[in-house]
């Protein structure tokens, strides 16, 4: 997995090292990633390198306000020589899918999401259909002050692993890549550097053999804890938000090539994974979530490990 993110940023996507890591963090926890930022920086792109690198099957939805879930899940037709209803899958059949601006989407066809990524199923006109496994959503937002956006619901933001950025690369690189084009073309070539079967291994790994202690658990209850008191924060971090912090943290570890969970693991990984999930009062939406929840990290001490 670490030559893949080596490759990955080596060779095709200069500059999106940090973006690249969270979407590895996500595959191997089984999460799902949201990428947050404005269109053009290379959301889609990022999506499609880590399924043409890990050989994985690729859907991609664009998002509308007059999608329909049935768009996304699939749906049963008349199949007039049999006589009988067939069941045509969706989109969401596949091991990662881009939902690309999922806030363009209707409430109603967000919420048709919400099945699929917490039970790695979908249920259509009564039947249940398991989906494959590896599953992840990879879906992309646009700021929420464009015009014709849903912001997603708490629920719906929960969901997520990660949340984060990209950002504009770095002068010298973004000129390079305005001087060589896009890489749409040499991604669809690419040849897989993994299979299904070492992403599954990877994250078996990473579930039990990643040792997590004490010492590391309390550290993100305490982390959990400050934000459940904090005067700003109307409603703080749950306990599944804590679970996805110490699975992160051992994704982490692992991609560090140790099997034990430091502390900065957890404290590196922690904005990504809970900041989003941060409801904040009335008179502090603006605030800075991310700001908000390093100074929270920075006034718990780390514990030695």
Do not use: W
Request: glycine share 8%; hydrophobic share 45%.
């Amino acid at each position: 997995m670490i030559s893949i993110l080596d490759t990955l940023s080596r060779d095709y996507l200069h500059g999106k090292e940090e973006v690249l890591r969270l979407s590895m963090i996500a595959l191997l926890t089984g999460g799902h990633i949201l990428i947050e930022d404005l269109p053009g920086l290379g959301k889609t792109t990022i999506a499609l390198a880590l399924a043409g690198i890990t050989g994985l099957s690729f859907g991609r939805v664009q998002c509308t306000s007059d999608l329909l879930p049935s768009d996304i899940t699939g749906l049963s037709v008349f199949n007039r020589d049999e006589g009988r209803f067939t069941f045509l899958p969706g989109p969401i059949f596949n091991n990662i899918v881009l939902l690309d601006e999922i806030n363009r989407a209707m409430p109603r066809t967000q919420s048709a999401m919400l099945e699929a990524m917490e039970e790695r199923r979908v249920t259509v006109e009564g039947v249940t259909h398991h989906l494959p496994d590896p599953f992840m959503v990879f879906a992309t937002q646009n700021p929420s002050d464009q015009s014709g956006t849903f912001p997603l619901p708490e629920s719906q933001l929960d969901r997520f692993l990660i949340c984060t950025g990209i950002g504009y690369p770095p002068e010298h690189l973004e000129k390079a890549i305005i001087a060589s084009g896009g890489i749409r073309e040499r991604i669809g070539n690419m040849a897989p550097a993994a299979s299904t079967a070492d992403i599954l291994e990877a994250r078996r790994n990473v579930e039990t053999d990643i040792y997590l202690s004490d010492k590391v658990v309390g550290y993100i209850y305490a982390l959990v804890a400050a934000t459940r008191s904090h005067g700003m924060i109307q409603t703080g971090l749950s306990t599944r938000a804590a679970i996805n912090l110490a699975q992160a943290a051992r994704a982490a570890a692992f991609l560090e090539g140790r099997d034990y969970v430091a502390p900065d693991d957890v404290k590196g990984i922690a904005v990504a994974v809970c900041a989003h999930r941060l409801v904040m009062r009335a008179d502090q939406e603006t605030a800075d979530k991310g700001e908000l929840l390093r100074a929270l990290i920075a006034d718990i001490a780390l514990p030695l490990a």
